[in-house]
């Protein structure tokens, strides 16, 4: 069981053997850390010689960048729990010994302070005499003090021991691969792009490897507004400023000597295309072709080519069958749909049960197939849509109402009210819209409570509000939680053209009067997408439902 909040992992082995043995270091490290784990290498340490070591600048080699990428990779494997960050402070050619008090081979001459405050040092360093466990955890907790501001009583594990029992197990991986020990090529001024939604192993890559490469400037351009508009489930991507704000956090901790710009991304190019002083763009196997472009653009503008470093895409280890090869910020966001993103707030106005999930989406995303899919699971389907029938039925309140206001030439010959007529009406006219709806609105409302009452008296124990107004119409009141159904507005031209035999620019017209997915998803507790596969939505409704507080409702139901 993890008994830490934030550690930080001080590496002492020789960068030949490192990269190998980082899984199983990791692992062990997650046994006792749940947040955050920090990496510090010094290959090479000493803990056992008798004199209190101290830190010493690294130079950056090619080995490092292989290392960094693995640590990475191995992350997402064993520990995707935890926010792993390689610290890059000491991570740079040895300076010329200069003046003041500060020692000239001395990266930390105070120590660096981190946004999450450890509370434990854990190293791999391998202890020959057990006797010596007690000088070499003094002497590590001091080491660590001298480099980071950690937390009052910081204690400190020695993970050799486990590491010791791989290697009697025949587990302990050898190194098959030629290392490159020499000096890694270093630029002035670097530039990265991309979306980097919900910070993941690959992105810290990019931006390790990049901060290795620069030695003044890092400029990141984040992708924002038209640049996410083709991105898969962009209702899901964090805000461009909570996207910055952790770019930032990362990049203080990894290398604050770097001066770091982050810049919004409008286009593909963004500044690496204008700025003079640029010397390296940072790409994958993949994006390759865009620094090419960079390149192109640059000579279009009488400037220098950038040099193009290319970094290993990582391998998604957990990858589905509608995720990416890759580790990506796509395949995050899918695993969110069907999850409470959310809690909801409580609602004490309303009886415990039945439980009431509210249904919502645009036109053409798929409800009543989810809805189909919460009946079969024993919840009561309430569909709003076939409740404003109801209320349009001769002889009812709003049927009356709805003639005062609109006049009798919306009738049919047998006296139902023609709704295209209705419609017409009232489209493009924002307040005869309103006057319709504040009429027919709490019409359905009052059915939808009745609905609810008459599950209740039945003894059911969950009941879906299907409507694709609930947010609109002020319905949220009516339910418990609420859940957003999404897809890809081109997705839902395609099905409401097919389904309804309408034109695309009806179609469009049709959900430009709704509330956008981007809006609901702000209400939403969850989030589902029928944009894939008819199984693949009903993995998601299943795991929607077998929450607790589900359960036990439909388990009222059944019983």
């Known amino acids: 069981m993890s008994m830490f909040s934030t550690g930080i992992l001080v590496l002492t082995s020789p960068l030949q053997t490192l990269p190998l043995r980082i899984a199983p270091v990791l692992s062990s490290a997650a046994q006792l850390v749940d947040r955050t784990l920090y990496v510090h ?50 991570i740079r050619a040895q300076p010329a010994a ?19 405050s450890p509370d434990v040092v854990l190293t791999d360093f391998a202890l020959q005499d057990p006797h ?33 029992e791989l290697q009697e197990k025949g587990d302990e991986p050898k190194c098959d691969q030629e290392q490159k020990a020499g000096p890694m090529e270093t630029y002035s001024d670097v530039v990265v792009g991309g979306t980097f939604d919900r910070l993941h192993g690959a992105h810290k890559t990019l931006l390790s490897i990049s901060c290795l490469l620069a030695n003044r ?30 770019l930032q956090e990362f990049l203080q901790d990894t290398k604050p000597s770097l001066q770091v710009e982050i810049l919004p991304l409008e286009d593909p190019f963004g500044v690496s295309i204008v700025d003079p002083l640029l010397k390296c763009i940072v790409v994958s196997e993949e994006t390759r072709k865009g620094g090419e472009a960079v390149n192109r653009k640059r000579a279009e503008n009488d400037l220098p080519p950038l040099v193009l470093h290319e970094i290993q895409v990582l391998k998604d280890a957990h990858r589905n069958e509608i995720e990416e090869e890759k580790i990506s910020s796509s395949s995050l966001r899918s695993r969110l749909l069907g999850t409470l993103l959310n809690p909801p707030k409580g609602s004490p106005h309303l009886p415990p049960t039945p439980y009431v999930i509210g249904l919502t989406g645009s036109s053409g995303s798929g409800k009543s197939s989810v809805a189909k899919q919460l009946e079969v699971l024993g919840a009561v389907r ?15 309140h709003c049927y009356r109402r709805v003639l ?38 709490p019409e359905i409302a009052i059915l939808v409570k009745q609905a609810v009452n008459q599950a209740r008296k039945e003894g059911r124990g969950v009941c879906v509000v299907d409507a694709a107004v609930l947010l609109e119409a002020g319905w949220i009141d009516l339910v418990h939680e609420v859940w957003v ?7 839902a031209v395609t099905r409401i053209t ?62």
């Open 41 to 90: 290498l010094h290959p090479g340490l000493n803990l056992t010689s008798g004199t209190q070591p101290r830190p010493v600048f690294i130079s950056p080699v090619v080995d490092l960048s292989t290392l960094i990428t693995r640590l990475y990779n191995n992350a997402a494997d064993v520990c995707g729990h935890l926010d792993v960050r390689v610290l890059l402070t000491n």
């Open 98 to 116: 200069g003046g003041g008090n500060a020692a000239p081979n001395c990266p930390f001459p105070t120590p660096q302070p981190l946004f999450h």
């Open 132 to 164: 010596q466990s007690n000088q070499v955890q003094q002497c590590l907790e001091k080491y660590t003090g001298h480099c980071y501001v950690c937390g009052p009583g910081i204690s400190s594990v020695l993970l050799h021991p486990q590491l010791v």
């Open 217 to 246: 400037r890092f400029v990141i351009g984040v992708c924002d507004q038209a640049m996410l508009k083709k991105k898969v489930l962009k209702e899901l991507i964090e805000p461009y400023s909570v996207r910055v704000q952790r």
């Open 382 to 396: 309430i569909d709003c849509d076939k409740l404003g029938h109801e209320v349009y039925q001769p002889g009812a």
């Open 404 to 441: 005062e206001v609109f006049g009798s030439e919306i009738l049919n010959e047998d006296k139902t009210i023609n709704r295209r007529v209705l419609a017409s009406k009232v489209f493009g006219n924002q307040a005869r819209l309103k006057c319709l709806t504040d009429i027919v609105w």
């Open 485 to 491: 159904i999404i897809i890809p507005e081109e997705e």
């Open 498 to 559: 097919e389904r309804d035999g309408v034109s695309k620019e009806d179609a469009l017209c049709r959900l430009q009067s709704q509330w956008p997915s981007s809006k609901q998803v702000k209400y939403a507790n969850v989030v589902l997408s029928t944009l894939w596969e008819s199984e693949v939505t009903r993995k998601q409704v299943r795991h929607s439902s077998s929450r607790q507080s589900f359960h036990e409702a439909v388990a009222c139901n059944l019983n």
